[in-house]
């Protein structure tokens, strides 16, 4: 009686196993689908994205306080070293108290940053 028990068991748990092996072939055609789904993303403007926020957050005060340094679509890839500076190691610009970037602004300029950088 045990033996047949222990045979039940086992073959209970074979086909738990086997059934359990077969539920992973939907996850690889969900992987494939979502290869696909990314492939066809349409990839963003880093430079355009950052020029806006430079535009509308830095541009601001740089009109007023440092003319030299207005950012421009076209001089802007040359002042990347300092902006990544002035933001993320200094934390000195945005200054004042009105003007703040959301972390959707940074992680965008960051891309930006690291895009250049890699160039």
């Given at each position: ?59 601001v005060c740089h009109r007023k306080q ?44 960051l891309t930006w940053i690291s895009s250049?950088?890699?160039?």
């Amino acid at each position: 009686m045990m033996v047949t028990i222990e045979k039940l068991l086992i073959g209970i748990i074979t086909t738990l196993l086997i059934n359990s092996m077969k539920s992973y072939e939907p996850v690889q055609e969900y992987k494939e689908l979502t290869a696909l789904q990314v492939s066809s993303y349409t990839v963003k403007d880093s430079k355009a994205e950052a020029f806006q926020i430079l535009n509308n957050k830095c541009n601001v005060c740089h009109r007023k306080q440092n003319k030299r340094r207005v950012f421009t679509m076209q001089n802007m890839d040359s002042w990347v070293n300092d902006i990544y500076k002035q933001v993320y190691i200094k934390k000195r610009m945005p200054k004042g108290k009105k003007i703040k970037l959301t972390s959707k602004e940074y992680q965008e300029l960051l891309t930006w940053i690291s895009s250049t950088k890699n160039k």
